[in-house]
């Protein structure tokens, strides 16, 4: 046959194959079959997921919602026998906990739709109102005190507000549109532009709330204030400098109150020791010891019967570990987890200098609450006093965190791609495009020089 006389039904490829000599087959798995091949395929499905441009839209929505919705049902369980103790219906905390979250779902929603420039324009007003509820809160006949701290402003009946949850996201809005205006100026290179009226107006808010003697909060706010400080990029010793004369303060706060040193005392106790000081983080740590791998069953906890204080607020995590075990308990851990990659990430793949300073104050809240909230439950940190974010009773707190978490959904969809990728999943089909069709009709038969239908 000549070389090149090709046989019917061959291909080119088919010829050229004659005469080659196959390699010899191995014996043994098949090429890309394995644990080690399957493993390696999962891994890059998995970064494939991980890197498309809803990830964070999505885990931020998600986290969010699943943590709100079992922190709703953990409310009702921690807090039904406190309620009859009090001679109120068993699920009257959680009535106005779900009354506070249907308002913050609104809120959240709301945030989620603002453009960012009415973000910015809100930062201003909300930054004065806040100051104002602030002050208000220690005049005489309005402020309200509760277990020693007066933060509270009563809006009358069962009601409360307490203005220092909303300083934190002022702070946020606030801090985040100066640096934006003073980076656009190419002015944070200056010190004095990085720390005024940034600082001053952080210890004003901060020497508020300490006026009520509520110091967790006051952490809280203090994390922020560095979270936007590193984030502007501040010279490493005035951070440190910053840091210090902070952590001077609160030592002098710590050191000046009985209170405190008590507190403080309580760091890994298993005991409640002298006048039971300890009795409530030495409960704290029962609960959770009493739940194993997977808990004692929702509802069978047995130190919310009196045994421990604030179950339904400061230490709801350690009612959660008591009824739903390790395995609980780790869950939330991971959906916060979850939802603060998800902050990182709308804060580093940004190029809007406001949404990277908000998306990383919030974040900063938000992860730095949840750290100080579940260190004190299991005996590592201090009780400071502060909910779990989303989780723990509380209208006040649960409002600003939630509007909060409406602006890193509204950050996440602003990305370039995943603006992309929403509009690739609008309907093609429906009332808008009907309409559209309807107006070309018409606007065709009405340019007929005839004039004929």
């Given at each position: 046959?000549p070389a090149k006389?090709?046989?019917?039904?061959?291909?080119?490829?088919?010829?050229?194959?004659?005469?080659?000599?196959?390699?010899?087959?191995?014996?043994?798995?098949?090429?890309?079959?394995?644990?080690?091949?399957?493993?390696?395929?999962?891994?890059?499905?998995?970064?494939?997921?991980?890197d498309r441009p809803?990830?964070?839209?999505?885990?931020?929505?998600?986290?969010?919602?699943?943590?709100?919705?079992?922190?709703?049902?953990?409310?009702?369980?921690?807090?039904?026998?406190?309620?009859?103790?009090?001679?109120?219906?068993?699920?009257?905390?959680?009535?106005?906990?779900?009354?506070?979250?249907?308002?913050?779902?609104?809120?959240?929603?709301?945030?989620?739709?603002?453009?960012?420039?009415?973000?910015?324009?809100?930062?201003?007003?909300?930054?004065?109102?806040?100051?104002?509820?602030?002050?208000?809160?220690?005049?005489?006949?309005?402020?309200?005190?509760?277990?020693?701290?007066?933060?509270?402003?009563?809006?009358?009946?069962?009601?409360?507000?307490q203005p220092s949850?909303?300083?934190?996201?002022?702070?946020?809005?606030?801090?985040?549109?100066?640096?934006?205006?003073?980076?656009?100026?190419?002015?944070?290179?200056?010190?004095?532009?990085?720390?005024?009226?940034?600082?001053?107006?952080?210890?004003?808010?901060?020497?508020?709330?300490?006026?009520?003697?509520?110091?967790?909060?006051?952490?809280?706010?203090?994390?922020?204030?560095?979270?936007?400080?590193?984030?502007?990029?501040?010279?490493?010793?005035?951070?440190?400098?910053?840091?210090?004369?902070?952590?001077?303060?609160?030592?002098?706060?710590?050191?000046?109150?009985?209170?405190?040193?008590?507190?403080?005392?309580?760091?890994?106790?298993?005991?409640?020791?002298?006048?039971?000081?300890?009795?409530?983080?030495?409960?704290?740590?029962?609960?959770?010891?009493?739940?194993?791998?997977?808990?004692?069953?929702?509802?069978?906890?047995?130190?919310?019967?009196?045994?421990?204080?604030?179950?339904?607020?400061?230490?709801?995590?350690?009612?959660?570990?008591?009824?739903?075990?390790?395995?609980?308990?780790?869950?939330?851990?991971?959906?916060?987890?979850?939802?603060?990659?998800?902050?990182?990430?709308?804060?580093?793949?940004?190029?809007?200098?406001?949404?990277?300073?908000?998306?990383?104050?919030?974040?900063?809240?938000?992860?730095?609450?949840?750290?100080?909230?579940?260190?004190?439950?299991?005996?590592?940190?201090?009780?400071?006093?502060?909910?779990?974010?989303?989780?723990?009773?509380?209208?006040?707190?649960?409002?600003?965190?939630?509007?909060?978490?409406?602006?890193?959904?509204?950050?996440?969809?602003?990305?370039?791609?995943?603006?992309?990728?929403?509009?690739?999943?609008?309907?093609?089909?429906?009332?808008?495009?009907?309409?559209?069709?309807?107006?070309?009709?018409?606007?065709?038969?009405?340019?007929?020089?005839?004039?004929?239908?």
């Amino acid at each position: 046959m000549p070389a090149k006389q090709m046989l019917p039904g061959r291909r080119p490829s088919a010829v050229k194959a004659q005469g080659r000599k196959r390699p010899a087959v191995r014996a043994g798995r098949p090429a890309g079959r394995g644990p080690l091949a399957g493993l390696r395929r999962t891994q890059g499905q998995l970064r494939k997921a991980w890197d498309r441009p809803l990830t964070a839209y999505y885990l931020i929505f998600g986290s969010s919602l699943l943590i709100t919705v079992l922190g709703l049902v953990m409310v009702y369980s921690a807090s039904m026998i406190k309620a009859l103790q009090l001679g109120l219906g068993d699920a009257y905390f959680f009535k106005k906990q779900f009354l506070a979250a249907l308002i913050g779902t609104a809120l959240l929603l709301a945030a989620s739709r603002m453009p960012v420039r009415l973000h910015r324009a809100l930062s201003y007003p909300v930054l004065a109102g806040t100051l104002f509820l602030m002050v208000l809160v220690q005049v005489p006949g309005i402020g309200v005190s509760i277990n020693g701290n007066q933060n509270w402003i009563s809006l009358g009946g069962p009601f409360m507000l307490q203005p220092s949850e909303f300083g934190k996201l002022a702070l946020i809005l606030w801090g985040a549109d100066l640096l934006a205006r003073k980076g656009d100026k190419e002015l944070l290179s200056q010190w004095k532009h990085l720390l005024v009226p940034l600082v001053p107006v952080s210890f004003l808010l901060l020497g508020l709330i300490m006026l009520g003697g509520d110091m967790g909060t006051a952490m809280i706010l203090g994390a922020i204030l560095f979270g936007l400080l590193w984030l502007a990029g501040a010279p490493t010793r005035m951070f440190v400098g910053v840091l210090l004369f902070a952590g001077a303060i609160v030592a002098l706060l710590i050191r000046t109150s009985p209170h405190r040193m008590d507190r403080l005392a309580c760091l890994g106790a298993t005991e409640p020791g002298k006048n039971d000081l300890c009795w409530q983080a030495v409960h704290g740590i029962y609960a959770l010891a009493s739940g194993g791998w997977f808990g004692s069953g929702l509802g069978a906890s047995v130190e919310k019967w009196g045994q421990l204080p604030e179950a339904h607020t400061d230490f709801i995590f350690a009612i959660t570990g008591e009824e739903l075990g390790l395995a609980g308990t780790l869950s939330v851990l991971a959906l916060f987890a979850a939802l603060g990659y998800a902050g990182i990430r709308v804060a580093g793949r940004t190029e809007d200098s406001f949404v990277r300073f908000a998306a990383g104050g919030v974040t900063t809240w938000i992860t730095a609450q949840a750290v100080i909230n579940i260190g004190a439950v299991l005996g590592l940190l201090p009780i400071a006093g502060v909910p779990l974010p989303l989780f723990s009773y509380g209208g006040s707190a649960l409002l600003p965190t939630m509007f909060a978490v409406g602006l890193l959904i509204a950050f996440a969809r602003e990305e370039p791609a995943a603006r992309a990728a929403l509009a690739m999943r609008q309907p093609r089909t429906g009332w808008r495009r009907t309409g559209v069709r309807w107006k070309s009709m018409r606007r065709r038969v009405t340019k007929r020089p005839s004039g004929e239908r």
